[in-house]
T-cell receptor
Framework: SQELEQSPQSLIVQEGKNLTINCTSSKTLYGLYWYKQKYGEGLIFLMMLQKGGEEKSHEKITAKLDEKKQQSSLHITASQPSHAGIYLCGADVRAQKLVFGQGTRLTINP | NAGVTQTPKFQVLKTGQSMTLQCAQDMNHNSMYWYRQDPGMGLRLIYYSASEGTTDKGEVPNGYNVSRLNKREFSLRLESAAPSQTSVYFC??????????FGSGTRLTVV
C-alpha cells in the first residue's frame, strides 16, 4: 500500500483559478519534497519542507507542512498553462529512502 | 552541467533479453537510487545504495540487480526482461540541500 496518499489524482482547472493538491502520510514525515514532471520528462525539484508549520513559496506556488508533519499541501495561485503537468510529493518516511505519492495530474484549460 | 545522466533514453527489448541501464552523477553524492514509474503509481523504489560498496532492496526489487561500481556510477540490470518490466526508469542521487536530483529517465518497452 502507498505510504503517501495524494489527492486529487487528477485535476482540471480553468486558467487563472487557484488550486490545491494534498499529500498525506500516516507516519511522521522527515523531509517532504514536491516535484513537478512534464509529460514524458524527468522530475523538477520544487520545494523541500522539513519543519512542522513550515511554509515556502516560489513564484505562484506555495507549499506547507502541517504542525504534526503528517500532511503537506501545494497551492497554486492564478494558474497558468505552464503549471500543467504531474505533481509528485516525496518523503523520507524511512531513513535514506524517498517514497512517493501516486502523483496528481494537473490540466489547465484556457 | 552537473547532474544525473542516464543511458539509454529509450529501449525496446524482447521477452527474455537482458540489458543494463547506466547512471552516473557528478555531484559527489553518497546515495543513489533506481525508481520505476508506472501510470497511476507514482515512483516506486527498486534498489538504492547509501554509499559506495553497499546496496539494498527497495519496494519492488524482484527481477532486477544493481551494481554500485564506484561513487559516481550505479547500474540497474534486467537479467531476463518481462513485459511487466515495461516502465519508465529513473535514477536519482542525494546529498545536497536540494534533496534528490533525478535523471531524465529511460523509457523501456518489453515486447
Amino acid at each position: 500500500s502507498q505510504e503517501l496518499e495524494q489527492s486529487p489524482q487528477s485535476l482540471i482547472v480553468q486558467e487563472g483559478k487557484n488550486l490545491t493538491i494534498n499529500c498525506t502520510s500516516s507516519k511522521t514525515l522527515y523531509g517532504l519534497y514536491w516535484y513537478k514532471q512534464k509529460y514524458g520528462e524527468g522530475l523538477i525539484f520544487l520545494m523541500m519542507l522539513q519543519k512542522g508549520g513550515e511554509e515556502k513559496s516560489h513564484e505562484k506556488i506555495t507549499a506547507k507542512l502541517d504542525e504534526k508533519k503528517q500532511q503537506s499541501s501545494l497551492h497554486i495561485t492564478a494558474s497558468q498553462p505552464s503549471h500543467a503537468g504531474i505533481y509528485l510529493c516525496g518523503a523520507d518516511v524511512r531513513a535514506q529512502k524517498l517514497v512517493f505519492g501516486q502523483g496528481t495530474r494537473l490540466t489547465i484549460n484556457p | 552541467n552537473a547532474g544525473v545522466t542516464q543511458t539509454p533514453k529509450f529501449q525496446v527489448l524482447k521477452t527474455g533479453q537482458s540489458m543494463t541501464l547506466q547512471c552516473a552523477q557528478d555531484m559527489n553524492h553518497n546515495s543513489m537510487y533506481w525508481y520505476r514509474q508506472d501510470p497511476g503509481m507514482g515512483l516506486r523504489l527498486i534498489y538504492y545504495s547509501a554509499s559506495e560498496g553497499t546496496t539494498d532492496k527497495g519496494e519492488v526489487p524482484n527481477g532486477y540487480n544493481v551494481s554500485r561500481l564506484n561513487k559516481r556510477e550505479f547500474s540497474l540490470r534486467l537479467e531476463s526482461a518481462a513485459p511487466s518490466q515495461t516502465s519508465v526508469y529513473f535514477c536519482a542521487s542525494s546529498g545536497s540541500i536540494y534533496g534528490y536530483t533525478f535523471g531524465s529517465g529511460t523509457r523501456l518497452t518489453v515486447v
